[in-house]
């Protein structure tokens, strides 16, 4: 297998900058990234970085300063990435997606005085822009022009000089990321110029080994880590990236063939929405030879990866945790269900509420020790600034606490049973999530579901209330999906209340917003045990 071609003495580079810089004095004119809107070479790319960060410095703005993007796929996520590499700058992509409260409630977060926004969200962000008193610079990408000054304009006026070189500070923040949401608000992390290098060389190495020149696909947004991992492992190991705008079932495998992929990313529904698709001949008929990703439906692996002749390598991680993720590293084929183990950079336990070690089979919550500084996030975005994160999700003795529950396997791998949050107490019992969920997806006519805890009779304890859509066209009959799970399910676990949607609220990263269904409480669900309807709410 291929590596990337630096002199061996050579140490390996400690930033983005000086990864592609790198990268774009080796290869040059090779292709390097196709986006809906743009092709560029590695030259290209770096040429378009150091005008980036021309425009930035002549407004103003140089290292430490943190520069908000909201924008959809395409050339200026990255140009605005790579740019602020170039001048120290800190990269905060917002999420394309939020809007009104939540989106100005990021915004004022950061403190950033600068946002460079895409037209068709401009307005958005000028919605919102009077509770954000920091902001001072707004730059347009797109556009007719006539209101905002306009990237392209100043672009064409910036020069392609690569700027001075950055004081050596390996621990100088370069990334500012703001979670999913999953569990309530969003908290940025705050990631160093080595945490970034490091991640991205080992999202190449161990994720994506491609050799020079070989294409991977991806349809994810750029603003979600994965996305960014996927551009870096490539841009580390020397290949072509197919970015597209989103996910088009029609068009899925046309597009891999057309980008000649060997690899690409998924999450979990994406999976699924292709394994629901009528068997076709030409199935097999792609480039592609591995695929990476979480969430995989575990009941189609072995399907999926037989129908499509691919090899499924499952992860897990989080925003926060960079390079400390886990993933398959005894290789390929992995059992279904199972994410691997953790990697070499931080240790790992199943931890119990009190923090000691759990064995196998036995359900806790995944806490990660970083084997050194600056390896995974250094810590949330807090009242004073970038220089101080706060360290809150972090144990005295520097282990951080993932919020997620998992349990390991005899075989030594991990299983991801669910978010700690989600967890539910039931009369004593913990019950993880994912447990019902897996079985109500065994039913002919539930597309998805989530399980969520809400307060039992008592008050004290919690009832699990279970969240289910059909597919489009169909009515599902609650009582008779009660019944199904009373014949899967051992008693403790049987939901007491079911509750239809036409779609779970999502993050764009496809993972349910639980908080948000949890909000609902129990109304408009069916009481199984008292067989009635609760109150509906005002919108499902």
């Known amino acids: 297998m291929g590596e990337p071609s630096s002199p061996a003495s050579a140490p390996p580079p400690s930033s983005l900058r000086g990864m592609l810089e790198l990268r774009a004095r080796e290869l040059g004119g090779r292709p390097f990234l196709t986006l809906p809107d743009a092709t560029l070479s590695y030259a290209e790319t770096d040429e378009l970085a150091n005008r980036v960060a021309s425009v930035l410095g002549g407004l103003g703005y140089g290292a430490g300063d943190i520069v908000m993007v909201r924008a959809v796929n395409g050339w200026a996520m990255v140009a605005a990435w790579f740019g602020c590499s170039k001048i120290g700058a ?138 960014q991992g996927t551009l870096l492992a490539t841009l580390w190991r020397g290949g072509r990236l197919t970015v597209d705008s989103g996910f088009s079932l029609l068009s899925f495998w046309r597009r891999l063939r057309e980008a000649d992929a060997v690899m690409f990313t998924y999450v979990g529904t994406i999976l699924s929405a292709l394994a629901r698709r009528p068997p076709h001949p030409s199935d097999s008929d792609n480039p592609v030879r591995q695929i990476l990703g979480g969430a995989a439906p575990t009941d189609r692996w072995h399907e999926i990866e ?34 691997g183990t953790p990697s070499a950079r931080c240790e790992g336990r199943i931890a119990d509420e009190a923090g000691q070690p759990l064995g196998p089979e036995r359900p806790g919550e995944l806490w990660l020790k970083p084997v050194g500084p600056h390896v995974m996030f250094d810590g949330y975005l807090g009242e004073e600034g970038l220089a101080a994160p706060t360290r809150e999700s972090f144990t005295e003795d520097g282990w951080y606490r993932t919020g997620d529950l998992m349990a390991w396997t005899d075989d030594g791998d991990l299983s991801f049973v669910g978010r700690h949050r989600d967890a539910i107490r039931r009369a004593g019992e913990m019950i993880a999530p994912s447990f019902i969920e897996e079985a109500a997806l065994a039913h002919p006519w539930v597309v998805e579901a989530a399980a969520i805890g809400v307060p039992a009779d008592d008050g004290v304890e919690e009832e699990v209330l279970l969240c289910v859509v059909a597919p489009e066209g169909i009515e599902l009959d609650l009582a008779e999906v009660a019944s199904f799970l009373g014949q899967a399910l051992p008693p403790y676990l ?47």
Request: charged letters at 20%; aromatic letters at 6%.
């Open 90 to 227: 800190v990269y905060l992509p917002l999420n394309a997606l939020l809007t009104g409260e939540p989106l100005r409630q990021v915004m004022a977060h950061s403190r950033s005085r600068i946002i460079l926004v895409q037209d068709a969200l401009a307005a958005d962000v000028e919605a919102v822009r009077a509770g954000v008193p920091d902001l001072r610079d707004v730059v347009v990408v797109g556009g007719p022009g006539g209101g905002p000054p306009r990237l392209e304009d100043l672009l064409d006026q910036a020069s392609s000089t690569p700027p001075p070189a950055l004081v050596d500070d390996p621990g100088a923040p370069t990334k500012l990321m703001y979670t999913s949401g999953t569990t309530g608000v969003p908290k940025g992390a705050v990631w160093s110029r080595s945490c970034e290098a490091l991640w991205g060389r080992c999202y190449g190495d161990e994720l994506m080994p491609i050799t020079r020149g070989e294409g991977i696909y991806t349809c994810l947004p750029l603003f979600h880590v994965t996305c």
């Open 494 to 540: 049987v939901p007491r209340w079911l509750r239809a949607h036409l779609e779970l609220p999502k993050t764009p990263t496809t993972r349910v917003r639980k908080f948000e269904l949890r909000a609902l409480g129990t109304s408009g669900a069916w009481d199984t045990r008292r067989r009635r309807w609760a109150p509906a709410p005002e919108s499902t």
């Open 306 to 339: 037989e129908r499509f002749d691919v090899q499924i390598m499952e992860t897990w991680g989080q925003t926060e945790v960079a390079s400390c993720y886990t993933w398959p590293s005894r290789g390929l084929p992995q059992r279904p269900g199972t994410i």
